[in-house]
């Protein structure tokens, strides 16, 4: 995209596209923040305004890394204030890795085929969310020692999916935080928007480098992406309850993301 677009876009937008932009942003991040699959309410907008799948899923990495950034700067913030101290893994470095790998495969191949599988992750998750609710409660962390061989699997696969599509990684990585390693629902969100800042990064750049990203309709969708991040982390540290409700959360954020993509609703959405 270059500067004339750039200009054009903003010159020829309407306030009601910009509104509806922020606004789909904001619900984005803050779902994304506390759980996942925000990201479908961002390109379900950009479908609308329609950018082909491949753009909109490259540009709807300027907002994630925003977000995810914000939130993982906000719940940290508020742990320190609560004397509690909390280094970031090596797992980040098997997410980027990963993400490279699947920035790179949905850069140059069709992502329609990938639909149905997500739609399968999804019940997946759904069950492993529901399976031992008393997991999610816990308000102190007992991690585990995952072997490096588990723990490059995990990660990897997380971080290529992410890479990949985006959609569901961070309930995908809740999951894999809470069930997998034992953190508390707190720990695990500063640790999830903390490993998906990270390996978006990359992502990004690979995006950037095949010139899919559009900057008028990210830069946008990132003002309301930030605040909507640092409102739901805001909540989610303060909050006596916020374990339940961003169980709920999640739990709602799955359901939907399988109606997504199931093909249950696909009028609600093209695919190009």
Known sequence: MNWQEFVSFFQ????E?????????FVAGFVNTLAGNGSAITMLVMSALDLPIAIANATNRMGVLAQSGVGALTFKHHQQEQKKELKLPQKALYACWGAVLGAQTASVIPRTWLEYSVAALMLFLLWLVLK???KWLVEQDKAKS?????????????GFYGGYIQIGVGALLLVGLVRGCGFAVQTANLL?????????????????????????????LVLGQVLGAWLA????????????G????????????FLLYSGLFSGLRKVS
């Open 246 to 257: 961003i169980r709920c959360l999640l739990i709602a954020s799955i359901i939907a993301g």
């Open 12 to 15: 020829n937008i309407t306030p």
């Open 132 to 134: 031992e609710p008393q």
């Open 192 to 220: 999830k928007n903390s490993l998906v800042f990270f390996f978006t990064i990359p992502a990004f750049c690979v995006f950037w480098w095949h010139g899919q990203i559009h900057w008028a309709v990210g830069l946008v």
């Open 146 to 158: 995952l072997s490096w061989y588990n723990e490059l699997f995990l990660f990897l696969g997380i």
């Open 233 to 244: 982390a805001t909540l989610g540290s303060k909050h006596p309850k916020a374990s339940i």
């Open 17 to 25: 596209t910009v509104f509806i932009l922020v606004l789909a942003g």
